[in-house]
């Protein structure tokens, strides 16, 4: 007798066992299943042995006609994929990492550029573009800085990043400039803020996903970048114009605001540095000039409105650039400055629009943090229009 009668001879009698009430009470049930588990399996697998046995011998003497197909002209299908971070698989997948921490997938991450920031992923192309666009559209001082995109870590001397064209004679060379070429070194400081997406993520559509992104970005390095320029100290982060000592003669203790205020600091001013240069002061400071009137009566201050209807303020001609990234006359302390003149193309902002977003949980409050990463730095490469105004020691508002 072959394997395959004996295990369905020994299910008979299982089979036989379960029907007598009385002999199915002495057995163990679970062990009886267990038996008939691994009886069931032998059994399948001796019965597929024999009938490929069959097959095969029927084969061999050719009782069973067997036949080739071929297929011609077959190509094989490649998927044609959109690649980069302007793609909308790329951007789709960038929304859904923002949103809910999903991966993006490494096929989407391979053409990405590596960079110093620890970023999730970068932000796509097209966002990116916008951003930027906004950047400059909406700040005070950023579409008035010298924008560059020199790699960091590198010393530049400052003659490339301005330089001075002269006048000759045919065939003669001109003079060496009088005035030392430094040299300035940017370093990588990162500029991470954070980023709020609080709208319903599952019906949240790409298009209105990457506005709200761009909004909140905008919103946060603005003011985070023209801070810097205005007064940051170097430390981490771009060392800012107010940081810098103006040269002799150029820095005005202010014991109270009157005309004679702005006499002085347009004749601290050098005259070849006049062209480009602008105040900088806060709302509450320049409201200040504007009751001022000169010995014929004429108002010291003006605000125009231009062609698009938002105001353009002067003093004395000069146009005045407002932002609260700088103490008001009232607020400011003690030898503190509360306004100043300066040329904007002479500080040089180098950053790198290489932008990345990462996500990560607070820990202390258990929140889903969203957070841009930028490559930033910015120096001031030439002093010479910088004209400080700082409140002298017991000054106080104009009486």
Known sequence: MNRIEEIKQR??????????EKRSQEVDLKELEKEVRELNGELEELETRQRLLVETKQIESGETQTRTIETFNAQQQTENRELGTDSVEYRKAFMNYVLRGDKIPAELRQDEVTYTTDVGSVIPETVLSRIVEKLEATGMILPLVTRTAIRGG???????????????????????????TGQITFAYHKLRCAVAVSLEVDTMALAVFESTLINNVVEAMTKALEQAIISGDGVGKPTGILAETPEAGQSIDVSEINYQTLIDAESALPLEYETGAVWVMTKKTFMKFVGMVDNNGQPIARVNYGI????????????????????????????????????????????????????????????????????????????????????????????
């Open 308 to 399: 698009n209807g938002s105001p353009e303020r002067t003093l004395l001609g000069r146009n005045v650039v407002l932002c609260n990234y700088i103490d008001s006359f009232d607020t400011a302390a003690d030898g503190s400055p509360f306004a100043f003149l300066f040329n904007f193309s002479d500080y040089i902002l180098n950053t790198n629009y290489q932008m990345g977003v990462k996500r990560y949980e607070d820990n202390e409050t258990d929140d889903q943090v969203t957070k841009a990463v930028m490559i930033v730095d910015g120096k001031v490469v030439d002093k010479n229009s910088l004209v400080v105004l700082n409140k002298a020691a017991g000054g106080g508002v104009e009486g």
């Open 11 to 20: 299910k008979a009698e299982i089979n036989e066992i379960l029907n007598d």
């Open 154 to 180: 590198v010393t530049v001397p400052t003659s490339t990043v301005k330089p001075v064209a002269t006048w000759v004679a045919e065939g003669g060379g001109s003079d060496k400039q009088k005035k030392t």
